[in-house]
């Protein structure tokens, strides 16, 4: 019985052991990508090139992994990583370089393929996470999510890009929430004043069919206000399909 147990335990470790093993640690991909990254192996830090402006906010351009992905790309084993560093600010908003870099595995070893360098002609602004999901069988595609705050209001979009060995493809940007609220001065309105709040919210998700692209579902919730803004009500709501057509991905119902 301890055979069996300790034979179990040591199972468990060489597969925990395997699994650690198969995605390198930041640094490791940091010092691949880059040559060499910073004390503690979590950013890599540069002066700024002669081309990109300066902010006292960013000194230095300071890159950090935002997504390190394990998958299987146009049939062949691909580890895909997201190196995002800010590196200016200005009106409320983050811009972001990302360097987007491709590794194939050769044996045991992963090898550094392809890198799409951010110029700040394609600099992301307010990114606020990445994902990857399935828009078909055998179809991934990176979903960016943007998140700003200020200039008057408060929003939330996705951009979703198909992934390929050659690079990523624009296929669509959905707006999904926003809202003045926080930047309307409440307290000084009187009962008989129309409220100026614009609010809405969605959600999204991609729904597996047999399809060879999936479809994109949105749910939209409008907000109404009622004078002097005291009160919060659903005014409408909308349900939107996206569909793919020659390319990318077209808006087909919006249904109230």
């Not at 301890?2 to 995605?23: A, M, N, P, V, Y």
């Not at 002066?47 to 906010?57: C, I, L, Q, V």
């Amino acid at each position: 019985m301890k055979t069996r147990l300790s034979l179990i335990i040591l199972l468990s470790f060489l597969g925990l052991r395997s699994f650690s093993q198969d995605i390198p640690s930041d640094s490791i991909l940091l010092k691949m990508i880059y040559g060499k990254c910073d004390a503690g192996g979590k950013s890599f830090t540069r002066a700024h090139a002669k081309d990109e402006p300066e902010h006292e906010y960013y000194p230095q351009v300071s890159y950090k992994i935002a997504l390190k992905e394990h998958m299987v790309l146009d049939n062949q084993d691909i580890l895909f990583v997201i190196c995002q560093a800010p590196i200016f600010y200005q009106h409320y908003h983050t811009f972001y370089l990302i360097d987007y870099c491709y590794f194939a595995r050769s044996g045991d070893r992963w090898n550094l393929t392809k890198t799409i360098t951010g110029i700040m002609d394609s600099a992301l602004i307010d990114v606020d996470k990445f994902a990857i999901a399935d828009i078909g069988p055998d179809k991934k595609a990176l979903i960016t999510t943007f998140a700003s705050v200020g200039n008057g209001s408060d929003s939330r979009s996705i951009s979703l890009q198909r992934l390929t060995l050659d690079g990523l493809i624009n296929m669509i940007a959905i707006d999904l929430d926003y809202s003045n609220a926080a930047w309307i001065n409440i307290e000084s309105m009187t009962s008989s004043e129309e409220c100026p709040i614009i609010q809405y919210e969605s959600t999204w998700n991609i729904v597996k069919s047999d399809k060879s692209w999936y479809d994109i579902h949105v749910s939209k919730t409008n907000y109404g206000f009622s004078k002097g803004c005291k009160d919060k009500f659903v005014s409408s709501k909308e349900e939107s399909v996206y569909s793919y057509i020659q390319g990318g991905y077209k808006q087909q119902t919006d249904q109230k």
